[in-house]
């Protein structure tokens, strides 16, 4: 380490030092702001993505940077650019294949084993903070794939909203670059895409179990009407939040689940500190919010 | 366990003449890192290594890798031990010294998956017993690195139906101890008892081998048994198990290792359980690395 460090004798060209404790201090800062955690051996990707804000606001070294996050006037700001370079290039469909996992082999047959009790036999799940649809388009497909087996008989609806009208008309529109769909496992694509040119068309089998509309959810009154959902999806949309619109986004989430639904976040991002209503519980590889029927056992802290 | 299948594993490890035997640098060095950090001879430690060839190899290797960043490199063993860290040369040591155990071809599990997930158990369990203020972290991670003690002798003894087992696991998803259970009438958790025993390990750690899947009365096994049980649940969760995924949900809030020790240990109100879950994933590379180490010589 000595060795490289005195041969820059200019800080401006300073090298990408992974183990500069600044960047530690990033990342615990963009954790206690946002609820995301960068593991170290993703900095690669944390610092990269910063070095692009730090080139734009004139930082040197990632100290320096710091400073602008934490004691520069307009550091809310500069916080919101960070996290929006964090997350962008974010969304693709069948992103993380752990969570389509849990929700195949635990979640559903647990969910549709309580359901037939009742015989109650359709799904309702929320793709809050859509986006372009990617999302919503995999619950579909997912759900389109456990009616087969599992779901043998079912009907479900998948909820896609969002704010940005924009990203709601793309994602109405169903149709994918290479890049997005680069996940897709293959038969999933030959049965619900089909190819013009260099894009995939969602087949219009997904496309009518789902809705698309347009929510802002810090509009109370809007979201008072989210009722009887049994998994909801938000992906890095909270993190735009301040803490006290984020307390009362999740109470608003917590009301429109069922009992025994799940709350699904982006796959490093944590309620720590937001809400302890919700079980944090495990699945192999990735961890759900899960909201325990009434009279459950309640107890711990996770 | 039913009597029948103790007496039957009895049976077996008495007629065979290849039971697990201690390796002869593992009591010495127990006996050496029982005791606070600040109170272990270094020169103890240097001297142990100095027995084995393999262990110096590796330990000068790993202190000359790009991981430590020295300017000079180092060329003796002490200079080695200093600059890697006692827990570190520890890690080494113990990963080593039990990798031969039984001879490489008895194995039934991968050798390599086997140390990976034991060793990411102790890691993890040394972590959780300092965020919650347990006095001796040093002795949970020792259990947690011995919990599983217990396969080797499965892999020694009963090597057909302990591989049934595995497959029987790996097939249908769900935890080792329930597929031994249904295949063989008892568990890698009896076996390490058994051993515990042979190998005179202390009794709390001896509970924790045994204990560890059965946790049913925490009050009987004490903290080191709950942090080992949610420790191993944790690692089995991300990918740091016995290579094989179990589907199912773990609630940890309502694990009774978990309730335990909330009522134990104030510390553990203030756990951030997801922040402690991600970074989980920066030990595997660490446990790689090392158990990749071990079994490059």
Same mark, same amino acid.
């Given at each position: 380490?000595?060795?490289?460090?005195?041969?820059?004798?200019?800080?401006?060209?300073? %090298?990408?030092?992974?183990?500069?404790?600044?960047?530690? /201090?990033?990342?615990?800062?963009?954790?206690?702001?946002?609820?995301?955690?960068?593991?170290?051996? @993703?900095?690669?990707?944390?610092?990269? /993505?910063?070095?692009?804000?730090?080139?734009?606001?004139?930082?040197?070294? %990632?100290?320096?940077?710091?400073? =602008?996050?934490?004691?520069?006037?307009?550091?809310?700001?500069?916080?919101?650019?960070?996290?929006?370079?964090?997350?962008?290039?974010?969304?693709?469909? =069948?992103?993380?294949?752990?969570?389509?996992?849990?929700?195949? #082999?635990?979640?559903?047959?647990?969910?549709?084993?309580?359901? #037939?009790?009742?015989?109650?036999?359709?799904?309702?799940?929320?793709?809050?903070?859509?986006?372009?649809?990617?999302?919503?388009?995999?619950?579909?497909?997912?759900?389109?794939?456990?009616?087969?087996?599992?779901?043998?008989?079912?009907?479900?609806?998948?909820?896609?909203?969002?704010?940005?009208?924009?990203?709601?008309? @793309?994602?109405?529109?169903?149709?994918?670059?290479?890049?997005?769909?680069?996940?897709?496992?293959?038969?999933?694509?030959?049965?619900?895409?089909?190819?013009?040119?260099?894009?995939?068309?969602?087949?219009?089998?997904? /496309?009518?179990?789902?809705?698309?509309?347009?929510?802002?959810?810090?509009?109370?009154?809007?979201?008072?009407?989210?009722?009887?959902?049994?998994?909801?999806?938000?992906?890095?949309?909270?993190?735009? =939040?301040?803490?006290? +619109?984020?307390?009362?986004?999740?109470?608003?989430?917590?009301?429109?689940?069922?009992?025994?639904?799940?709350?699904?976040?982006?796959?490093?991002?944590?309620?720590?500190?937001? +809400?302890?209503? =919700?079980?944090?519980?495990?699945?192999?590889?990735?961890?759900?919010?899960? @909201?325990?029927?009434?009279?459950?056992? #309640?107890?711990?802290?996770? | 366990?039913?009597?029948?299948?103790?007496?039957?594993?009895?049976?077996?490890?008495?007629?065979?003449?290849?039971?697990?035997?201690?390796?002869?640098?593992?009591?010495?060095?127990?006996?050496?890192?029982?005791?606070?950090?600040?109170?272990?001879?270094?020169?103890?430690?240097?001297?142990?290594?100095?027995?084995?060839?393999?262990?110096?190899?590796?330990?000068?290797?790993?202190?000359?890798?790009?991981?430590?960043?020295?300017?000079?490199?180092?060329?003796?063993?002490?200079?080695?031990?200093?600059?890697?860290?006692? *827990?570190?040369?520890?890690?080494?040591?113990?990963?080593?010294?039990?990798?031969?155990?039984?001879?490489?071809?008895?194995?039934?599990?991968?050798?390599?998956?086997?140390?990976?997930?034991?060793?990411?158990?102790?890691?993890?369990?040394?972590?959780?017993?300092?965020?919650?203020?347990?006095?001796?972290?040093?002795?949970?991670?020792?259990?947690?690195?011995?919990?599983?003690?217990?396969?080797?002798?499965?892999?020694?003894?009963?090597?057909?139906?302990?591989?049934?087992?595995?497959?029987?696991?790996?097939?249908?998803?769900?935890?080792?101890?329930?597929?031994?259970?249904?295949?063989?009438?008892?568990?890698?958790?009896?076996?390490?008892?058994?051993?515990?025993?042979? *190998?005179?390990?202390?009794?709390?750690?001896?509970?924790?081998?045994?204990?560890?899947?059965?946790?049913?009365?925490?009050?009987?096994?004490?903290?080191?048994?709950?942090?080992?049980?949610?420790?191993?649940?944790?690692?089995?969760?991300?990918?740091?198990?016995?290579?094989?995924?179990?589907?199912?949900?773990?609630?940890?809030?309502?694990?009774?290792? *978990?309730?335990?020790?909330?009522?134990?240990?104030?510390?553990?109100?203030?756990?951030?359980?997801?922040?402690?879950?991600?970074?989980?994933?920066?030990?595997?590379?660490?446990?790689?690395?090392?158990?990749?180490?071990?079994?490059?010589?």
């Amino acid at each position: 380490m000595s060795n490289e460090t005195t041969l820059v004798k200019d800080e401006a060209a300073a %090298p990408e030092n992974l183990s500069d404790p600044a960047w530690f /201090r990033i990342r615990d800062l963009i954790y206690q702001v946002s609820g995301i955690y960068q593991t170290e051996n @993703k900095f690669y990707l944390l610092v990269g /993505r910063a070095n692009r804000r730090m080139k734009v606001v004139g930082a040197r070294s %990632p100290r320096e940077y710091l400073e =602008f996050l934490t004691a520069r006037p307009n550091r809310d700001a500069e916080m919101r650019n960070l996290l929006n370079e964090i997350t962008i290039g974010e969304t693709c469909l =069948f992103r993380s294949m752990p969570q389509i996992d849990a929700l195949r #082999k635990v979640v559903i047959p647990s969910m549709a084993e309580a359901k #037939k009790k009742i015989s109650y036999t359709k799904l309702r799940f929320w793709s809050a903070g859509c986006s372009t649809g990617e999302e919503a388009y995999t619950l579909a497909m997912m759900l389109l794939e456990e009616t087969q087996t599992t779901l043998k008989g079912w009907t479900f609806d998948v909820i896609a909203t969002d704010l940005n009208d924009r990203s709601l008309a @793309k994602a109405q529109e169903g149709v994918y670059n290479d890049y997005a769909v680069r996940n897709v496992p293959p038969e999933y694509m030959r049965k619900y895409f089909t190819k013009s040119g260099s894009e995939y068309r969602v087949a219009d089998s997904v /496309r009518s179990h789902i809705t698309f509309s347009r929510l802002n959810m810090k509009d109370d009154s809007k979201m008072l009407f989210m009722r009887g959902l049994d998994v909801i999806f938000c992906c890095n949309v909270l993190i735009y =939040f301040d803490a006290k +619109s984020k307390t009362r986004t999740i109470q608003h989430f917590y009301n429109a689940l069922m009992p025994n639904g799940y709350f699904y976040l982006g796959q490093s991002e944590s309620l720590y500190g937001i +809400s302890d209503k =919700f079980h944090l519980v495990h699945f192999p590889g990735t961890t759900a919010y899960w @909201k325990p029927a009434e009279g459950a056992l #309640k107890v711990g802290t996770p | 366990m039913t009597t029948t299948a103790i007496d039957r594993l009895r049976t077996c490890i008495a007629n065979i003449d290849a039971m697990p035997t201690i390796p002869v640098i593992l009591r010495p060095l127990l006996h050496c890192l029982d005791q606070p950090a600040e109170e272990i001879d270094v020169d103890r430690i240097v001297e142990l290594i100095s027995q084995d060839k393999s262990i110096i190899a590796q330990c000068i290797r790993m202190a000359n890798s790009a991981l430590f960043m020295r300017s000079k490199p180092a060329e003796t063993i002490r200079a080695a031990v200093m600059s890697l860290g006692m *827990w570190r040369v520890r890690d080494l040591l113990f990963s080593n010294t039990l990798s031969k155990v039984i001879p490489h071809d008895r194995w039934v599990v991968d050798p390599e998956v086997f140390w990976r997930h034991s060793l990411a158990v102790a890691m993890v369990s040394r972590k959780f017993a300092e965020m919650i203020d347990y006095p001796d972290p040093e002795k949970a991670y020792l259990a947690g690195l011995l919990h599983d003690i217990g396969t080797v002798v499965n892999c020694m003894v009963v090597p057909d139906e302990f591989r049934a087992a595995m497959e029987k696991g790996s097939r249908e998803h769900i935890p080792l101890d329930e597929a031994e259970q249904a295949v063989m009438g008892f568990t890698h958790c009896d076996s390490g008892r058994i051993l515990a025993d042979a *190998w005179k390990i202390p009794a709390d750690i001896g509970d924790a081998l045994e204990l560890h899947h059965r946790i049913g009365d925490p009050e009987r096994g004490g903290t080191l048994v709950a942090l080992v049980n949610l420790s191993d649940l944790l690692c089995r969760m991300r990918d740091l198990g016995y290579g094989y995924v179990e589907y199912r949900q773990v609630d940890f809030a309502n694990e009774p290792g *978990w309730m335990y020790l909330l009522i134990k240990y104030p510390a553990m109100a203030q756990i951030d359980l997801a922040r402690f879950t991600f970074a989980l994933d920066e030990y595997a590379k660490e446990v790689s690395d090392l158990v990749a180490s071990v079994f490059s010589s």
